[in-house]
């Protein structure tokens, strides 16, 4: 069957406008560690998929998804070895402060949980977030993601200028003091909350701003940030849906930006493609919540996911997933900073580990971000075998964040293929 | 390792008051079909989980989860056939006006795309729904789930008091005289929500009330609440996460029921315990809602989804168990009902298929719920070896709701227990 039909097919099955990636939309029918391939039988680097983080349809995942499946996959009022054994090494990977972990099945649903327990803790229902930040889809956490739309200033919620050295909020300014005008920003939007009346909540970032660029931080801003938040009352959560499971080089985001969160969330990576999240807190937070809100969730805290969910940590383990992104992500970062002097449209490069952004703009004077090519750029680099999309406020940030299994070959064939489109 | 031991373990891991059933926990580490086993073999018929719906263990759901998680399991920007298939497959189960669908995690998170979805198409907030719902666990869907606690009377949310023959709104009606008197608490909630000006956008109920007992309706009431809502320019959505997938003995919980819903909502037996939901509706209100929201969710909409959910349907035909739902649970639901002559502790027993609910109070007479005998009943039948649990208003009625491969057998093997217990 052609492309056409399937997508004519797809516009009825799923409704039209169910988004896809490219102007000639791939089919793709197979993975295989960190490639993709379309039914053509062609090959593709994957670098863009953080779900499957130890690489696309890995053995031991199957192997381990496939042999709890066929003993024991059922809720969570049963007592199961499993799950509390996937509790415990997962809260063991966090700061001591992170204690006990409530799982759930998409990282919305885990943002909603930390949501629930930040208000619960602090008597409180005001929240801050970044004003280019995705953090889900359900109509509270939707209301905290603004990839496509403008923020609201009234409400429960209130949104801060993420912060950035490269569009700082104010030029001029040394990067001490853009950090604290940054800082300035949240305390008025925390003031804000309280002088209607809502209270202070939290305040909920992405440790690296993964949606928003993601950018260069002014130095100790984040432990700033997190002490402002403590004095106000309030509590820090950190959407580690992106910037956890090794991605950074570190195994939270946190640890590479240098805060410690009272609340972390995490999400897609933790299943390898199976859905599975979890929202971590000190003990006695989560006892409150677990006293007030009776909350369940049929088929998070299963033994599934948690048989799928250890056999992850083991392969991320295993293969040295962390160092690996630390390793091969600063590398490719430095190549792609070379860039900045060679081409014009290069407007910044930056990186966490393998969560990395390429900045595209008009000229490097006006820094006028060019969504164009980036939506090109992205089109051309699959025609060519490299799979990657962009993202940002102006979404003209190449978006490269491939399996935590990408190598030192895939970042050099990439560079050049990279270099062979933007040279045209 | 003891239960007392992994109980504290997981107090620890989970968060103290992590639900749990029964007053000395099963530890469960096996299943098999209808069968449940714990620690030290000894087996259990499960008459509660309804997830498994093709049982325990079921070799083909293991064989097609391994063999789609092995070739390829990636979001759902890129084109895939077997998505595709899956959402048309699913579709062509509904009545004609389900032509598109979305796919999510977990039935909350159909739920929200439902009510996104309604009010788009209405341009309205306001949202109806029974007094005693339990409809998921985010802040928006959480505040139409009343389990533990009462319904708000403002806001953006009204309840209405479910219909139920057994214990009626007001006494000494005919059943003709009380469907109008429950209809009129639904006018007179959707007239709330318009007074303060919230507009109506929906009413959402489970087909069958499952949580609310399951009750016996007033005849009539589903389809005439349907064209109420209509006329007062709404839409009706059917919560079909326990009514839906054969459980009835239809297809559908609507279908028993008698009414045509605008959107129906699916979740938990979809995936035989991998993490699948749905919201189906017409094509021309998923594209409305496709083209305003961006709606997207990682690890939904997947080729893993696709081909379990596929799997799933398929020995749900091969097995004929819409057909097993309807004889075996008319016939369990008959032989309980005779049983309401017998015991003066039952006031009723009713049933929709394989979702039975058996009614206990202190005497006919009073009809006062005996929550503390339901309890008690479910913790001796456990140790007799049968697993159920209870719901309802007043958590007092046994709550009977097997995989869908329960037999005539294990409905006799459950009587004679049942039987017992009474008679002591």
Redesign the interface.
Known sequence: ?G?KT??N??D??????????YDA???????DGVL?FDRDGRSYVDMY?N??VVG??N?A??AA??EQ?????????????G??AF??RY?GLHHDGI???????????AV?VA??IARLATGARGLVCTDAAYHG??????SMSY??RAPPQSGEIRAFPYPDLYRPLKDGLGEGELCDAYLERVAHAIASLKAEGRGFAALIMCSIFANEGPPEIPSGFMAKVTDLVHREGGLVIADEVQSGYGRTGRWWGYQKTDFVPDIVVT??PM?????ISATGAR?DL??A???R??????????P?QAAVGMAVLDEIERFDLVRNAAEVGDRLTARLKERVSQYEVIGDARGYGLFIGVELVKDKASKEPDAALALSLSNRLKDMGFLLSYSGKYHNVLKIRPPLVFSHDNAEAFLAAFDECLSR
């Not at 299943?271 to 859905?275: E, I, S, T």
């Open positions: 069957m492309r399937l997508q097919r797809r009825r099955a799923l409704g039209s406008g169910a988004e896809l990636f939309p791939l089919e793709i029918v197979r993975g993709l998929n779900v499957p696309h349809a053995p995942i199957v998804m496939a499946q066929a003993t024991l996959n059922v809720h969570s009022r049963y007592l199961h070895e799950i509390i509790a415990e809260a204690e006990s972990v409530v799982f759930s099945c998409s990282g919305t649903e909603e949501v629930q889809n359900t109509q509270l956490v939707g990839l496509w999400g897609k299943g390898n493609g199976l859905p003990k989560v006892d919540f677990r006293a809100k009776d909350y369940f969730n049929t088929c998070a805290a299963t599934l």
